[in-house]
């Protein structure tokens, strides 16, 4: 019961924005964007996340469509460390927990 | 200074027997989590504890046990261990575990059972 739909894998060259995008059609008013990603063989870390307004932080943007039923995640100059399953995760307020999907697998080359 | 961490790494054991894997998080933070990653990558919740007291418990056999001595600790106990139980768990926490603050996963514990 999958609420997001992302794309298997991306590539992307080191230095260049990575935009990897995420269908969540169906999301809830009451249903916040977040982005993880999973290096290798390390635990989910953080990225982002949003309500409504596009967001911007240290380590990326994020960019929700106004109908609120996709958004992008933007790397602006991507690095090979990057290199990471991206999950874009749609969360309800209350107590809840994050439901990860199957991600997108980020490959940054030379 | 870790924030989340894991204590053992790797666990390799025989089936039947009986583990236990242990989490601390130093972030003052009022609510824990495990999560179970399989062979295929699929990150699932298992139990989720706010102060102490469990919160989410999704559909995991009873072998299974959380224990919360404190919000600092959220330790997975499991009984009887099988085959099937081989995976990644990862302990997390967040704030209060209301929408819209993040989690902070640990490093994972890989238990094999042969």
């Known amino acids: 019961d999958a609420k997001t739909t992302q794309p298997p894998s991306m590539d992307c060259a080191e230095g260049r924005a990575a935009n990897l995008p995420c269908n969540h059609s169906?999301?809830?008013?009451?249903?916040?964007v977040y982005w993880y990603r999973q290096i290798h063989s390390q635990g989910p870390q953080y990225i982002i996340h949003?309500?409504?307004n596009n967001e911007t932080n240290e380590m990326a943007s994020l960019i929700i469509t106004e109908d609120r039923k996709s958004s992008t995640l933007i790397l602006p100059h991507a690095t090979l460390r990057d290199t990471a399953v991206y999950y874009c995760?749609?969360?309800?307020?209350?107590?809840?927990?994050?439901?990860f999907g199957k991600g997108t697998m980020l490959l940054v080359s030379p | 200074d870790t924030a989340v961490s894991q204590t053992p790494k790797y666990l390799v054991t025989q089936m039947g027997n009986d583990k236990s894997i242990k989490c601390e998080q130093n972030?003052?933070?009022?609510?824990m989590y495990w999560y179970k990653q399989d062979s295929k990558k699929f990150l699932k919740i298992m139990f989720s504890?706010?102060?102490?007291?469990?919160?989410i418990n999704e559909t995991v056999p009873n072998r299974f046990s959380p224990k919360s001595p404190d919000k600092a600790h959220l330790n997975l106990h499991i009984n009887s261990l099988e085959l099937g139980d081989s995976a990644v768990y990862f302990c997390?926490?967040?704030?209060?575990?209301?929408?819209?603050?993040?989690?902070?996963f640990g490093p994972g514990t890989r238990l094999l059972v042969l």
């Open positions: 997390a926490s967040s704030q209060d575990g209301r929408g819209g603050e993040t989690q902070y």
């Open positions: 169906t999301i809830s008013g009451n249903e916040y």
């Open positions: 949003g309500l409504k």
């Open positions: 995760i749609v969360r309800v307020t209350g107590y809840s927990t994050l439901t």
């Open positions: 972030l003052g933070h009022d609510t």
């Open positions: 504890y706010n102060n102490k007291e469990l919160i």
